[in-house]
């Protein structure tokens, strides 16, 4: 059975840190793309970063670049979103998603909430 968790959510102060986590299971992680969303309440939801299933190659959105850093651990099926300088607009329900040319995954979510 298909698994993504989502973990690390929580309220943080403007400039703070969180770091999400996203275990995997029941698929070849290591040969999937790992992707992490966000989508707040009334918007779309929207990419925030991705990395290869190497982890070679990386992408980040516009909004999180130089503040957002995504990594793998395949050897425990888990990828990470370490968000640090965290903004009101960060505010979001985050989601792991998992794909390769025919298989497309996605988690629960984990809810980032920052506010003073």
């Known amino acids: 059975q298909v698994q993504l968790v989502e973990s690390g959510g929580g309220l943080v102060h403007p400039g703070g840190s969180l770091r999400l986590a996203c275990t995997a299971a029941g698929f070849a992680f290591s040969y999937f793309t790992m992707d992490w969303y966000h989508q707040a309440p009334g918007k779309r939801r929207e990419l925030v970063a991705s990395?290869?299933?190497?982890?070679?190659?990386?992408y980040y959105a516009d909004s999180v670049k130089d503040r957002f850093t995504i990594t793998r651990d395949n050897a425990t099926n888990t990828v990470y979103l370490q968000m640090n300088s965290l903004k009101p607009e960060d505010t979001a329900m985050y989601y792991c998603?998992?794909?390769?040319?025919?298989?497309?995954?996605w988690g629960q979510g984990t809810q980032v909430t920052v506010s003073s």
């Open positions: 990395i290869r299933s190497r982890g070679d190659s990386t």
């Open positions: 998603n998992a794909h390769d040319y025919s298989h497309d995954y």
